[in-house]
């Protein structure tokens, strides 16, 4: 069984640069073909895709965060991140990260795993 587990500061002033780390255990070769990815949820919104790795270290991002967002990986660690720059209190959400076999994700599917989340709050 894959469980993913977000970790990171929940609190994040405006203007910085918001980093959450993604810790993977259980992964299997079934998953050597799933892309890793960064989701949030806004509070009051629906989900939000943010960007997404694969395993040969192919990164894929939203267009509308692309140019404030990269997202990284650590092999040894199993672990993936996630660099969100210039952070306004628009960027504070609950973020979450998942497993798929689909690049873009906002819901849970088959086959899918998710971290339970982690609240990220942009604010002075």
């Known amino acids: 069984q894959v469980q993913l587990q977000e970790s990171g500061p929940g609190l994040v002033k405006p203007s910085q640069t918001l980093s959450l780390t993604c810790t993977v255990s259980?992964?299997?070769?079934?998953?050597?073909?799933?892309?890793w990815s960064w989701i949030r949820q806004p509070p009051g919104k629906g989900p939000e895709w943010v960007g997404a790795?694969?395993?040969?270290?192919?990164?894929y991002y939203s267009p509308s965060l692309k140019s404030r967002t990269s997202i990284s990986r650590d092999t040894s660690k199993n672990q993936f991140t996630l660099q969100l720059s210039s952070v306004t209190p628009e960027d504070t959400a609950v973020y979450y990260c998942?497993?798929?076999?689909?690049?873009?994700?906002?819901?849970?599917?088959?086959?899918?795993?998710w971290g339970q989340g982690t609240q990220v709050t942009v604010s002075s």
């Open positions: 998942a497993a798929s076999i689909r690049v873009v994700v906002t819901t849970r599917g088959p086959g899918d795993y």
């Open positions: 259980g992964g299997s070769r079934a998953t050597s073909s799933y892309y």
């Open positions: 790795i694969n395993n040969s270290g192919s990164t």
